[in-house]
């Protein structure tokens, strides 16, 4: 069945269309919510709660946009309220990566080297979530979920230069706070 038939049957109250709705986003609308928590039961709680709120506002769904682009503005949204909620990193957190960046990795066994790489991409994660939420989205929905320009501009409704300017200014801004935590002297680490 195709996807506008469901859809018109999902707002008639149709429970299985909505489950087959359900079924064809729920993997992308839970890789979009761990993107941003790193936590497999937030962002299953997220991905849920974003299929209730879309289920209530289905009635309101016009068909003047793709379902897809309807449903992952009301999850970025939902994520984005979340993040708001949530608040900062702390700075005991920033010091303790300070000195795992600093470790010699000529000195560390392998299990340690892949030990430090993961806590580098928690903090990678994490400090992407210090620079502002607008950012933090267009550089989850392009860099690691890998939407499209075009669908990034259906999705969050602006232009594609606009997004293209986000995007430039969104990685600026996380490689201007991860460079401290990453140089050392005599040469660079790779993030």
């Keep these: 069945m195709?996807?506008?038939e469901l859809v018109r049957l999902s707002k008639e109250g149709n429970e299985e269309a909505f489950a087959s709705l359900v079924k064809k986003y729920k993997t992308k609308v839970f890789n979009l919510a761990w993107s941003f928590t790193r936590d497999r039961e937030t962002a299953d709680d997220l991905a849920q709660e974003a299929f209730i709120k879309a289920y209530i506002a289905l009635p309101k769904f016009q068909f003047k946009s793709e379902f897809g682009t309807w449903f992952y503005r009301i999850t970025v949204n939902h994520i984005k309220d979340?993040?708001?909620k949530k608040g900062k990193m702390s700075k005991m957190l920033i010091e303790k990566m300070k000195e795992i960046a600093l470790i010699q990795e000529n000195e560390m066994t392998k299990k340690e080297k892949e030990q430090i790489s993961e806590q580098r991409r928690k903090f990678v994660r994490q400090c992407l979530q210090t620079i502002p939420e607008k950012y933090q989205v267009i550089l989850s929905l392009r860099d690691i979920q890998g939407f499209s320009y075009e669908e990034i501009t259906k999705i969050l409704k602006i232009s594609p230069g606009t997004v293209d300017?986000?995007?430039?200014?969104?990685r600026k801004m996380l490689r201007k706070k991860l460079a401290p935590f990453f140089i050392q002297k005599g040469g660079n680490h790779e993030m």
């Design 2 to 4: 195709e996807e506008k």
């Design 82 to 84: 979340y993040l708001r």
């Design 165 to 170: 300017s986000r995007l430039h200014r969104a």
